[in-house]
Every structure is written in structure tokens, then in C-alpha cells.
């Protein structure tokens, strides 16, 4: 019998853990990245101002962290992308019913909200700074504009996509038009609603960072772009990993659940 | 009477836009507003003429769609392979797909200071995060669509023969192809961004670069052309290129996946 190689093994007893603790199949992968960036680093191929590796990015997070710059920024930046998705749905469910309901609305509106979606969020800065300034209020209508799209679109595509059929039947078994949209409609759209919020996010996402760049005072778009005037790569390299694990925690934890949660108990509907 | 349907249609489609500009101008006109808060459409359509006369609009949108040209270009090249190769053992596919993930998030804007540095300002500096936010989406698109694959076709293919190469061209590419289309038409939306935002930030051509020199001189009415002209740009790529391909794909080759 030929002996089983010592790699084949490490590799089943990889696949055995993560089975048990799927946690670690996120982490793992990233450890001969980080190490080969290390190797990189100390190699001095590239020049170590513009290539530094991964113990000078974590002693800067430990300064960021110890002098209160990054745990603020983190806030500020989350703070805004919450607000502005907030005010995105508030106002976003809404209008995507009235278009996927009515319609004369559909006709009416629909290719100017696909000629809006098509500026795009960041095109709007430069008119924005000047009817607001640099402040919160430019940052504000950047994301709610950004995250709005996706959803009314999404959300009139949901509602379209609910059987006539399950109308009819509600309204034969005597619901009203407002419950027929409350009980039928709406959770018949979730799913859509959903993946619309998913897409906005990622939209919204990447507007706040070009926002707080070009008109930031805080955040962490505007820490990223404070350390490239300085030339200061670590603290740059450093807001690209937090962003990316923050994104991720988002993705995974508040997304993913909720997405599995309503295709789960709605999805059923559009089938 | 086809023919005639679609028109109608296009007209349907245009008459809110039409609307959409008479609204403008009434508004403007009836609360008299300050051309330096929004401009009317004369003045415009004014420096639309402008520009195109003295040829710096045409420079414009050269710079910027030869930008984005080449750095999806570059992204798709590398990207589609990589991901093949990636996706084709289960073991490295769940490997990397964290990988892919986390990167797939960061593609685009956020590279920009990296890039910048890097590169300096200018060209490499832009066509690299376009470059990267193509890059990234597009491989992990890939890989999944590769993963979608049942194994009984890749089986199937090569129980009848075929070689390596063959599975590759034959099954697994054609087999990822609406995978791709859907990450080249989410991956170009992020790119599109950047481009402008990474023009605003780093070049001294370009339409972000346009949109943000007017700004610095409150022209208005050049920075509303310049909005019109990008919405305009990327509903043509997305609606007239990538929509139509992403569904012809889907029509052609999706049905592999419910086999």
C-alpha cells in the first residue's frame, strides 16, 4: 500500500475542521496570501515605502486604534451608508410598488428612472458640491441617491412578477386593495426588494468611499486618501482590509440571513 | 407591422424623457432660478456646441471610453482563464472563493490611492482600477459559473474522448459563458463608477475630469452636459451591448445548467 502524501492529509484535515466550523474556511484562505505578501514585503523587490508588508499594517491599526482615528472614522462612515440606505427604502419600496402596480406610472417613469440609474451616483458630485458644500448633506443625497435605484427597480420587477392569479384570489376572498397589496404584493416582491437592497448596498458602498474621498473630512475613504497625500501606503493598505472585512461581515452576517430567511418563506411565490 | 410595433415602442419610451426636458425648462424659467444652481437648457445645448466645435468634448469621451476599452479588455483576458482553472477542482474553488470574495468587494474605488501611487496620476493609475474592478468580479463569476457545471456533462465529455483542451473549450467555457456575461456587465457598472470618480481625482482628460474643473468655475451647465453625456454613454453600453448579449447567452447557453 502507498503511503497517503503528507499534503493529501493536511488537505482532509482541512476540509474535516471547516465541515465543523465553517468560520474557518472564510479565514484560512488568507494565510498564504498574508504570507506571501510578506515574503514579497521582505524581499525588497519593490521598494518598501510603496510595498509594505503585513506587521507595519497592523502596527498602524494598533496606533489608529490606540489614538481613537480609526474607531471614528469606522463610525462616521457607517453611520452615513445606514442613514442613507435607510432613507433609500423608506422611499424606494414605495415608488418601486406604485411603478410595478400601475401601469400608466410603469410607462410614465420608467425610462427616466433607467436614464437617472445611468448617471450614476458619482457623476453627481461635482453639481452636489456646489448646491451643498463640502458636507454631510452632498455625502447623504450621494448614497441615497445610489441605493434608491436598485431598490425601485427591483421592487417594481418583484411586484411584477406576482401571479395575477394570487390578485385575483385575494380580492375574491374580499381583501381591499391596500390589503391585497400589504398581504400579496409586498411579500410577493421580498425576495426582489431583497437583492435590490443587496445590489444598492454594493452601489452605495463604493459611492460613500469616492464620496469621503473627494469631498470627505472624515471616514474611512477620506483616511485612505489623507495617507496617499501623505504617501503613507500602510495606512492606505490598511483601510482597504478594514473596508474589505467590514463588507464582509456585512455580507455575511446582516445579507445573507436575511436573503436565505425571505427566499425561504417567500420565494415559493414567484414560482 | 413588427417594425412598426418597435418604433412605437421607442417612441413610448422616449415621450417621458421629452417630458422630462419641458419640465426642466418650465421649472427653471417659472422660479427664475440662478443659472449657477441649475442651468436652462439653452446655455446647455450651448456648450454642448462649444465643445464639440473646439473639439475638447470629443477628447473627452475619447480618453475615457479608450480607458475603459483597455482595462476591461486586460480584466476579461486574464480574468476568464484564471477562473476556469480555478473553478474546475471542487478543492481549489472552495479555496479561493473567500479569496475572490474579499477582493471582489474592494474592486474599483477603492483602489484608487493605492493606484495612484503607484502608477502616479494618469493613465496607468485609471485603467488600473478599471483593470481590477473588471478583474475581480469577472473570475469570481467565473469560477461560480464553472462550479454550476454538473459533473455528469464534464464526465460525459470525457468519456467520449475528450482531451483536456476539448472539455475546456467544448464544456466548461460555454458551460460559464452566461456566468461571465452577468460578471462583465456587474463588473463594467463598478468600472464605470470608477472611471469617473478616478478622473475627478487623478488625471487632467477625461469626462470626471470635465465634470470637476467646471465645477471649480460654477459652470453649471457644463457640469449638467457632462452628467447627460455619461448617462447617455453608459445606457448605450449597458442597454444596447451588454443587456442584449447577457440575454442571448442566457437563450443559448443557459440551458446547461438545468440539464
Known amino acids: 500500500m502507498k503511503a497517503v502524501p503528507a499534503w493529501l492529509r493536511l488537505w482532509s484535515a482541512y476540509v474535516r475542521w471547516t465541515a465543523r466550523w465553517p468560520a474557518l474556511a472564510a479565514v484560512v484562505p488568507f494565510v498564504p496570501v498574508v504570507v506571501l505578501w510578506a515574503v514579497v514585503a521582505e524581499s525588497g523587490i519593490f521598494p518598501r515605502v510603496f510595498f509594505p508588508g503585513p506587521m507595519e499594517v497592523i502596527r498602524s491599526f494598533g496606533k489608529l486604534m490606540y489614538n481613537g482615528i480609526l474607531p471614528a472614522y469606522l463610525e462616521d462612515s457607517v453611520v452615513r451608508l445606514a442613514a442613507g440606505t435607510a432613507v433609500g427604502m423608506a422611499l424606494g419600496i414605495p415608488i418601486g410598488l406604485l411603478v410595478g402596480l400601475s401601469d400608466r406610472a410603469h410607462k410614465l417613469l420608467w425610462p427616466i428612472l433607467l436614464f437617472f440609474q445611468a448617471i450614476g451616483d458619482i457623476a453627481w458630485l461635482p453639481i452636489l458640491l456646489i448646491w451643498f458644500g463640502f458636507g454631510l448633506g452632498t455625502m447623504t443625497f450621494v448614497i441615497v441617491y445610489t441605493v434608491l435605484f436598485p431598490i425601485v427597480l427591483n421592487t417594481a420587477l418583484g411586484v411584477r412578477s406576482v401571479p395575477l392569479e394570487l390578485h385575483r384570489a385575494a380580492q375574491s376572498l374580499g381583501a381591499t386593495r391596500a390589503r391585497v397589496v400589504w398581504e400579496v404584493v409586498l411579500p410577493g416582491a421580498l425576495p426582489n426588494i431583497v437583492t435590490g437592497l443587496r445590489n444598492g448596498l454594493g452601489y452605495g458602498w463604493r459611492a460613500l468611499i469616492a464620496a469621503e474621498m473627494i469631498v470627505g473630512t472624515s471616514g474611512i475613504g477620506f483616511l485612505m486618501f489623507d495617507a496617499r497625500r501623505a504617501g503613507s501606503v500602510v495606512e492606505i493598505m490598511l483601510g482597504m482590509i478594514v473596508l474589505g472585512i467590514l463588507w464582509y461581515i456585512v455580507d455575511s452576517w446582516v445579507l445573507a440571513p436575511i436573503e436565505r430567511a425571505t427566499g425561504q418563506r417567500w420565494g415559493l411565490v414567484t414560482r | ?259
Open chain 2, 1 to 259: 407591422m413588427r417594425r412598426h410595433n418597435r418604433l412605437l415602442a421607442a417612441v413610448a419610451f422616449t415621450l417621458p424623457l421629452f417630458g422630462l426636458l419641458v419640465a426642466w425648462e418650465v421649472i427653471v424659467r417659472a422660479f427664475d432660478v440662478n443659472q449657477r444652481v441649475f442651468p436652462a437648457i439653452g446655455p446647455v445645448l450651448q456648450a454642448g456646441i462649444e465643445s464639440v466645435q473646439d473639439g475638447t468634448l470629443i477628447r473627452h469621451i475619447g480618453a475615457s471610453l479608450a480607458r475603459i476599452a483597455l482595462g476591461t479588455l486586460i480584466g476579461i483576458v486574464l480574468a476568464v482563464p484564471l477562473g476556469i482553472v480555478m473553478g474546475v477542482s471542487p478543492a481549489i474553488s472552495t479555496f479561493v472563493t473567500p479569496l475572490l470574495r474579499f477582493f471582489s468587494v474592494l474592486a474599483g474605488i477603492a483602489w484608487i490611492p493605492i493606484a495612484t501611487l503607484w502608477f502616479g496620476y494618469g493613465f496607468g493609475a485609471i485603467t488600473f482600477v478599471i483593470f481590477n474592478a473588471v478583474f475581480f468580479v469577472v473570475a469570481y463569476n467565473t469560477l461560480l459559473g464553472v462550479t454550476s457545471i454538473p459533473m455528469q456533462l464534464r464526465h460525459a465529455a470525457a468519456s467520449l474522448g475528450a482531451g483536456r483542451w476539448q472539455v475546456f473549450v467544448e464544456v466548461l467555457l460555454p458551460g460559464a459563458l452566461p456566468n461571465i456575461v452577468t460578471g462583465i456587465r456587474t463588473g463594467l457598472g463598478f468600472a464605470w463608477r470608477g472611471l469617473i470618480a478616478a478622473e475627478m481625482i487623478a488625471t487632467n482628460v477625461g469626462l470626471g475630469y470635465m465634470l470637476f474643473v467646471a465645477r471649480d468655475f460654477y459652470r453649471t451647465e457644463v457640469i449638467v452636459l457632462g452628467m447627460i453625456i455619461i448617462g447617455l454613454l453608459w445606457l448605450a453600453i449597458d442597454r444596447l451591448m451588454l443587456a442584449p448579449l447577457e440575454r442571448a447567452t442566457i437563450e443559448r447557453w443557459g440551458l446547461v445548467r438545468r440539464a
